[in-house]
Protein backbone atom coordinates (compact mmCIF):
# COMPACT_ATOMS: atom_id res chain seq x y z
CA UNK A 1 0.00 0.00 0.00
CA UNK A 2 1.78 2.91 -1.25
CA UNK A 3 -0.61 5.91 -0.14
CA UNK A 4 0.17 8.84 -2.36
CA UNK A 5 2.79 8.74 -5.29
CA UNK A 6 4.58 11.72 -6.89
CA UNK A 7 6.74 11.62 -10.06
CA UNK A 8 9.41 12.87 -10.40
CA UNK A 9 10.83 13.79 -7.13
CA UNK A 10 13.47 16.27 -8.17
CA UNK A 11 13.09 18.61 -11.37
CA UNK A 12 15.23 21.61 -13.11
CA UNK A 13 13.24 23.50 -16.06
CA UNK A 14 14.71 26.18 -17.90
CA UNK A 15 11.61 29.45 -18.36
CA UNK A 16 9.32 28.79 -21.08
CA UNK A 17 9.38 24.78 -20.83
CA UNK A 18 6.50 22.53 -20.02
CA UNK A 19 5.99 19.63 -17.37
CA UNK A 20 3.51 17.37 -16.05
CA UNK A 21 3.74 16.70 -12.42
CA UNK A 22 2.06 13.38 -12.05
CA UNK A 23 0.38 11.95 -8.70
CA UNK A 24 -1.29 8.49 -8.13
CA UNK A 25 -3.20 7.02 -4.72
CA UNK A 26 -4.22 3.52 -3.97
CA UNK A 27 -6.39 4.77 -1.51
CA UNK A 28 -9.70 4.77 -3.32
CA UNK A 29 -10.29 8.46 -2.18
CA UNK A 30 -12.38 10.33 -4.22
CA UNK A 31 -10.97 13.90 -3.50
CA UNK A 32 -7.45 14.99 -4.65
CA UNK A 33 -5.36 18.08 -3.81
CA UNK A 34 -2.23 19.99 -5.20
CA UNK A 35 -0.43 22.27 -2.95
CA UNK A 36 2.18 24.81 -3.29
CA UNK A 37 4.73 25.05 -0.30
CA UNK A 38 7.14 27.70 -0.91
CA UNK A 39 10.01 28.91 1.94
CA UNK A 40 8.69 30.33 5.11
CA UNK A 41 4.70 30.18 4.11
CA UNK A 42 2.15 27.07 4.42
CA UNK A 43 0.88 25.02 2.09
CA UNK A 44 -1.24 26.95 -0.78
CA UNK A 45 -3.86 25.53 -2.74
CA UNK A 46 -3.74 25.37 -6.49
CA UNK A 47 -6.42 23.18 -7.36
CA UNK A 48 -8.36 20.38 -6.25
CA UNK A 49 -10.39 17.39 -7.56
CA UNK A 50 -13.44 16.57 -5.47
CA UNK A 51 -14.52 13.34 -7.45
CA UNK A 52 -13.40 11.60 -10.57
CA UNK A 53 -14.25 13.75 -13.64
CA UNK A 54 -14.47 17.31 -11.67
CA UNK A 55 -11.71 19.77 -10.99
CA UNK A 56 -11.57 23.66 -9.85
CA UNK A 57 -9.24 26.58 -8.89
CA UNK A 58 -7.82 26.63 -5.62
CA UNK A 59 -6.02 30.01 -3.79
CA UNK A 60 -3.61 30.00 -6.63
CA UNK A 61 -4.02 28.52 -10.17
CA UNK A 62 -2.46 30.85 -12.27
CA UNK A 63 -0.54 29.25 -14.80
CA UNK A 64 -1.13 26.14 -14.08
CA UNK A 65 -3.68 23.11 -15.50
CA UNK A 66 -4.90 19.89 -13.71
CA UNK A 67 -6.40 16.28 -15.12
CA UNK A 68 -8.27 14.01 -13.03
CA UNK A 69 -7.39 11.34 -15.34
CA UNK A 70 -9.17 8.44 -13.70
CA UNK A 71 -10.07 8.12 -9.59
CA UNK A 72 -6.60 7.58 -8.80
CA UNK A 73 -4.86 10.19 -10.71
CA UNK A 74 -4.33 13.40 -10.92
CA UNK A 75 -1.76 15.43 -12.59
CA UNK A 76 -0.30 19.02 -12.61
CA UNK A 77 0.93 20.66 -15.68
CA UNK A 78 2.74 24.05 -16.33
CA UNK A 79 2.52 24.99 -19.82
CA UNK A 80 5.26 27.79 -19.96
CA UNK A 81 6.86 27.49 -16.53
CA UNK A 82 8.02 31.02 -14.59
CA UNK A 83 10.91 31.28 -12.17
CA UNK A 84 8.07 31.94 -9.79
CA UNK A 85 7.30 28.73 -10.17
CA UNK A 86 9.82 27.73 -8.05
CA UNK A 87 8.50 25.65 -5.42
CA UNK A 88 7.86 22.16 -3.90
CA UNK A 89 4.25 20.90 -4.71
CA UNK A 90 2.61 17.94 -2.81
CA UNK A 91 -0.38 16.15 -3.79
CA UNK A 92 -2.69 14.79 -1.60
CA UNK A 93 -6.02 12.71 -1.42
CA UNK A 94 -8.94 12.60 0.99
CA UNK A 95 -12.21 10.51 0.89
CA UNK A 96 -15.04 13.00 2.40
CA UNK A 97 -17.60 10.79 3.18
CA UNK A 98 -14.91 9.19 5.54
CA UNK A 99 -13.07 10.59 7.97
CA UNK A 100 -11.70 13.35 5.35
CA UNK A 101 -8.00 13.21 6.65
CA UNK A 102 -5.54 14.69 3.95
CA UNK A 103 -2.69 12.26 3.34
CA UNK A 104 0.29 13.57 1.30
CA UNK A 105 2.63 12.49 -1.50
CA UNK A 106 6.57 12.93 -0.92
CA UNK A 107 6.30 16.44 -3.03
CA UNK A 108 8.14 17.47 -6.01
CA UNK A 109 10.86 19.61 -5.75
CA UNK A 110 10.86 21.94 -8.99
CA UNK A 111 13.38 24.91 -10.18
CA UNK A 112 12.82 26.74 -12.85
CA UNK A 113 15.85 28.65 -14.12
CA UNK B 1 -12.12 32.74 1.81
CA UNK B 2 -10.34 31.13 5.12
CA UNK B 3 -7.27 32.90 6.86
CA UNK B 4 -5.76 31.33 9.13
CA UNK B 5 -2.76 32.74 11.23
CA UNK B 6 -0.28 30.56 13.27
CA UNK B 7 2.06 32.06 16.06
CA UNK B 8 5.21 31.75 16.63
CA UNK B 9 7.22 31.57 13.82
CA UNK B 10 9.48 29.89 15.93
CA UNK B 11 10.31 28.19 19.01
CA UNK B 12 12.69 26.91 20.94
CA UNK B 13 12.76 24.74 24.20
CA UNK B 14 14.75 23.17 26.39
CA UNK B 15 14.02 19.40 26.23
CA UNK B 16 11.26 18.27 28.50
CA UNK B 17 9.62 21.59 28.65
CA UNK B 18 6.51 22.37 27.00
CA UNK B 19 5.68 23.73 23.86
CA UNK B 20 2.28 26.06 23.10
CA UNK B 21 1.83 26.92 19.10
CA UNK B 22 -1.50 28.99 18.59
CA UNK B 23 -3.70 29.30 15.72
CA UNK B 24 -6.51 31.52 15.05
CA UNK B 25 -8.67 31.24 11.70
CA UNK B 26 -11.52 33.73 10.38
CA UNK B 27 -14.36 31.81 8.74
CA UNK B 28 -16.59 30.43 11.25
CA UNK B 29 -18.26 27.63 9.29
CA UNK B 30 -14.86 25.81 9.48
CA UNK B 31 -15.35 22.53 11.83
CA UNK B 32 -12.32 20.73 10.98
CA UNK B 33 -8.76 21.53 12.63
CA UNK B 34 -5.81 19.40 12.06
CA UNK B 35 -2.46 19.56 12.79
CA UNK B 36 0.80 18.55 10.44
CA UNK B 37 4.33 17.73 11.40
CA UNK B 38 6.68 18.00 8.96
CA UNK B 39 10.44 17.15 9.14
CA UNK B 40 13.15 18.66 6.26
CA UNK B 41 12.69 17.60 3.40
CA UNK B 42 9.78 15.50 3.96
CA UNK B 43 6.21 15.16 3.65
CA UNK B 44 3.61 16.77 6.37
CA UNK B 45 2.24 14.42 8.52
CA UNK B 46 -0.68 14.47 9.80
CA UNK B 47 -0.19 14.26 13.93
CA UNK B 48 -3.88 15.01 15.79
CA UNK B 49 -6.82 17.10 14.51
CA UNK B 50 -10.41 17.86 15.91
CA UNK B 51 -13.31 18.82 15.01
CA UNK B 52 -15.35 21.48 16.30
CA UNK B 53 -17.88 18.91 18.68
CA UNK B 54 -15.06 18.62 21.32
CA UNK B 55 -13.13 21.12 22.78
CA UNK B 56 -10.01 19.21 23.72
CA UNK B 57 -8.20 16.04 22.35
CA UNK B 58 -4.85 14.35 23.46
CA UNK B 59 -3.05 11.89 22.41
CA UNK B 60 -0.03 10.68 24.22
CA UNK B 61 2.42 13.61 24.62
CA UNK B 62 0.30 15.99 22.04
CA UNK B 63 -3.24 18.12 23.10
CA UNK B 64 -4.80 20.63 20.86
CA UNK B 65 -7.74 22.89 21.88
CA UNK B 66 -10.16 24.56 20.52
CA UNK B 67 -12.63 27.64 21.01
CA UNK B 68 -14.99 28.31 18.63
CA UNK B 69 -16.16 31.57 20.41
CA UNK B 70 -12.97 32.97 19.94
CA UNK B 71 -12.04 30.82 16.90
CA UNK B 72 -8.55 29.74 17.96
CA UNK B 73 -7.15 26.42 18.62
CA UNK B 74 -3.39 25.59 20.10
CA UNK B 75 -1.12 22.61 19.84
CA UNK B 76 0.76 21.72 23.14
CA UNK B 77 3.49 19.34 23.14
CA UNK B 78 4.80 18.17 27.26
CA UNK B 79 7.94 16.42 27.60
CA UNK B 80 9.42 17.45 24.73
CA UNK B 81 12.34 15.21 22.93
CA UNK B 82 14.84 16.24 20.52
CA UNK B 83 12.84 14.15 17.52
CA UNK B 84 10.07 16.79 17.97
CA UNK B 85 12.20 18.81 16.37
CA UNK B 86 10.42 20.02 13.13
CA UNK B 87 8.14 22.96 11.62
CA UNK B 88 4.48 22.34 12.79
CA UNK B 89 1.21 23.71 10.52
CA UNK B 90 -1.84 24.52 11.72
CA UNK B 91 -4.89 23.95 9.27
CA UNK B 92 -8.66 24.87 9.12
CA UNK B 93 -11.50 23.57 6.74
CA UNK B 94 -15.08 22.71 6.25
CA UNK B 95 -16.90 18.95 6.80
CA UNK B 96 -18.71 20.05 3.01
CA UNK B 97 -18.00 21.54 0.02
CA UNK B 98 -14.40 21.29 -1.78
CA UNK B 99 -12.83 20.51 2.10
CA UNK B 100 -9.30 22.01 0.65
CA UNK B 101 -7.23 22.79 4.18
CA UNK B 102 -6.19 25.97 4.47
CA UNK B 103 -2.88 26.24 5.85
CA UNK B 104 -1.01 28.53 8.87
CA UNK B 105 2.33 29.50 8.09
CA UNK B 106 4.23 27.41 10.02
CA UNK B 107 6.40 26.99 13.32
CA UNK B 108 9.35 25.66 13.49
CA UNK B 109 10.40 24.10 16.90
CA UNK B 110 13.85 23.21 18.09
CA UNK B 111 14.36 21.37 20.76
CA UNK B 112 17.67 21.80 23.08
CA UNK B 113 18.87 18.40 24.19
Known amino acids: NAGVTQTPKFQVLKTGQSMTLQCAQD?????MYWYRQDPGMGLRLIYYSASEGTTDKGEVPNGYNVSRLNKREFSLRLESAAPSQTSVYFCASSEPAGENIQYFGAGTRLSVL | GENVEQHPSTLSVQEGDSAVIKCTYSDSASNYFPWYKQELGKRPQLIID?????GEKKDQRIAVTLNKTAKHFSLHITETQPEDSAVYFCAATQDTGRRALTFGSGTRLQVQP
Open chain 2, 50 to 54: IRSNV
Open chain 1, 27 to 31: MNHNS
